[in-house]
Structure formats: structure tokens, C-alpha cells
Nanobody
Framework: QVQLVESGGGLVQAGGSLRLACAVSGNPFRINAMNWYRQAPGKQRELVAVIGNSGFTSYADSARGRFTISRDNAWNTVFLQMNNLKPDDTAVYYC?????????????WGQGTQVTVST
């Protein structure tokens, strides 16, 4: 079983920065990619950033140029550096692991961390 624990959320003024971290533990599986999602009140959960096994990264249009996803080489921690934050970035941010056990695809989620951006 994979455990994901997010940290680093909080309250920040517009234009400020936060760095989220996702600690990965208990992982016996192959990780294919790690993802950051977010969900604002009354909205669907949306994919914000992806980092693949090869180091490939991808971002939502709303995040590109302001957010950076990174990881350590052992997949122990995944980060999301968020700069120039806007009130629209206010949401609960979730870490997600896209893993596989042989041919079986698995998905694991953290409990989320709240990010609030004030005007």
C-alpha cells in the first residue's frame, strides 16, 4: 500500500509563493507518474501538474509558467512550487500516484492540503 502525505499548504496573499510537498512511503510498486490535482469549492477536481518516470512534466494551462513540479530521484518526495499565486488558485491540493503492479494499474491519493490565496 502506498501512503501519500501532503504538506506546505496555507494562506498567502496574491502574488506570493508556496511550495507543496508530497511524502511517498510504503511503496512496493512501480511509479509511472506523480500528479498534483486540485479541487475548489463547487468545482470538479482538476489535474494541475504531472511528472513522469523519465522526468517528463506537463501542466494545466492555468499553472504553466507559474508552477513547477519536481521530485527526488527515489520518488520519496514530490514537490509543487507555486509562484505568483492568484485567488483562483484557492483549492485543496491533492497528491496522486499513478502506479502499476505488473499489468495492474493502481492509483493512490493523499488527504489533501488547503491552499488559500487572498486578494
Amino acid at each position: 500500500q502506498v501512503q501519500l502525505v501532503e504538506s506546505g499548504g496555507g494562506l498567502v496573499q496574491a502574488g506570493g509563493s508556496l511550495r507543496l510537498a508530497c511524502a511517498v512511503s510504503g511503496n512496493p510498486f512501480r511509479i509511472n507518474a506523480m500528479n498534483w490535482y486540485r479541487q475548489a469549492p463547487g468545482k470538479q477536481r482538476e489535474l494541475v501538474a504531472v511528472i513522469g518516470n523519465s522526468g517528463f512534466t506537463s501542466y494545466a494551462d492555468s499553472a504553466r509558467g507559474r508552477f513547477t513540479i519536481s521530485r527526488d530521484n527515489a520518488w520519496n518526495t514530490v514537490f509543487l512550487q507555486m509562484n505568483n499565486l492568484k485567488p483562483d488558485d484557492t483549492a485543496v491540493y491533492y497528491c496522486n500516484a499513478d502506479a502499476s503492479n505488473g499489468d495492474i494499474r493502481l492509483s493512490f491519493w493523499g488527504q489533501g492540503t488547503q491552499v488559500t490565496v487572498s486578494t
